[in-house]
């Protein structure tokens, strides 16, 4: 079943990602930004043809824009939670060079956290994974979830490291 609250926090999270706004998204798709601001509340979905064009805007597959899923009781933007408990943890300047322009989309039964750039991406990954695997672990539970880290500025330049519990 279609979490269409979901699918809306996927789309805003990508065109935030990259740094669009509703308008500028809504010009490219040819639609208002009111239906942008709809989906992205979860009041709707867009069309299958306007779902083609977002996948190929954010660089992902249309089954991705659709597939996440609620872990458990969390709160469904659970990268917001981990960054919450993260920036308590390590210092300001080090939070600020590497986590706040980093962002993550929980589909399936992965979150995929990205840098803001290949570089920020590995970083992540090789100085705070098992930070970020910790954290994940106290919020989720007993709930089986993957984490990869990946950059996809295009398909050949992606790095993906899964650790499992």
């Not at 990205?114 to 954290?135: E, M, P």
Request: proline share 2%; hydrophobic share 45%; aromatic share 8%.
């Amino acid at each position: 079943m279609i979490n269409i609250k979901f699918v809306g926090e996927i789309i805003a999270a990508e065109r935030k990602g990259l740094k669009l706004t509703q308008i500028q998204l809504g010009e490219m798709l040819n639609v208002s930004h009111q239906a942008v601001s709809k989906w992205e509340r979860g009041e709707c979905l867009p069309g299958i043809d306007i779902l083609v064009l977002l996948a190929k805007i954010f660089n992902i597959k249309v089954d991705q824009l659709l597939a996440q899923q609620e872990i458990g009781n969390i709160a469904p933007n659970i990268w917001d939670s981990v960054l919450e408990i993260i920036t308590n943890q390590i210092s300001q300047p080090s939070f600020d060079q590497w986590f706040l322009k980093s962002r993550a989309v929980h589909l399936d039964n992965s979150l995929i956290i990205s840098g803001h750039n290949q570089f920020a991406t590995n970083w992540l990954y090789q100085r705070y994974s098992s930070l970020i695997l910790k954290v994940v672990n106290q919020l989720v539970g007993n709930y089986e979830l993957k984490i990869i880290f990946r950059f996809s500025e295009d398909s050949n330049n992606t790095r993906r490291t899964t650790l499992e519990r």
